[in-house]
């Protein structure tokens, strides 16, 4: 083996490990290696695999304005107050300039950068339709391998095809909101069909309760939530739990 050859197997046996210590340094730069397709990220994930614990994974989807960034921030402190290690997979369009993410870590949830135990990340889309990246599954592999308890996958917000979240995500939510012009027709191909939970988010505004009504008979579940002021997020945070026994006790996680 040229020495080349052995300084590379060295980095990535020791990303690999500083990744499973949970190093949020390292879990930055595989997810970036990912991103670009670059031989060694696909090397530290094979070293990746093994027994770990299974992190929720959860899927936050809806339309643009809804507040989905708002109430993944209030989400966020709450599972922090149980204990438990929190990262966000934020997907974002892409800038048409650098080709990354328009909207940046240092600009989502600024309250958590200094807890060790949250970890953020935005991603661009790069292309890839149904409001997800391409390195995303891979990007909550890595999150599993290095400890995250709770894995937030926010999608980009384009609208009622963006479903691919439901392939990687043992639970979603779909936010909506009064006053976005969310046709609940339109919405019930997409957004809906594949959510667990809806959440009425902006709920002490006009035309909350309307909408609530008109959508109680499309979905297995529904909470209304005022995520700037933190109400409702108790109950979300039950209706998660909920459904995620129901996944256990089916046996969907892999």
Sequence with gaps: MSGSSLRDA????????????????????????????DVNGTAVLDRLEGPAL??????????????????IDQLASAYRRQGKKVAVVAVD??????????LGDRIRMQEHTL??????????????????????????RVLEAAGYQV???????????EVDIVGMASTVVTVVAPGLG???QAMKAGLLEVAQIVVVNKADREGAESAAADLKEWVPRLVRTVAVKGEGIP????????????????????
């Design 182 to 184: 969310d046709d609940v």
């Design 93 to 102: 369009t892409t800038s048409p300039i650098s080709g990354g993410a328009i």
């Design 235 to 254: 109950e979300l945070i039950e209706a998660i739990a909920e459904h995620q026994r129901i996944v256990d006790l089916q046996g969907k996680r892999s």
């Design 115 to 140: 807890d060790p135990g949250v970890f953020i990340r935005s991603m661009a889309t790069r292309g890839t339709h149904g409001g997800v990246a391409g390195a995303t599954r891979d990007a909550v």
């Design 54 to 71: 299974h992190a929720e994974v959860i899927g936050v989807t809806g339309y643009p304005g809804a507040g989905k960034s708002t109430l």
């Design 10 to 37: 060295v980095d990535v046996m020791a990303l690999a490990a500083r990744v499973k210590a949970g190093d949020p340094r390292a879990v930055s730069r595989l997810i970036s290696l990912i991103e670009n397709h």
């Design 151 to 161: 894995i937030f996958v926010e999608t980009v917000g384009v609208g009622q095809n």
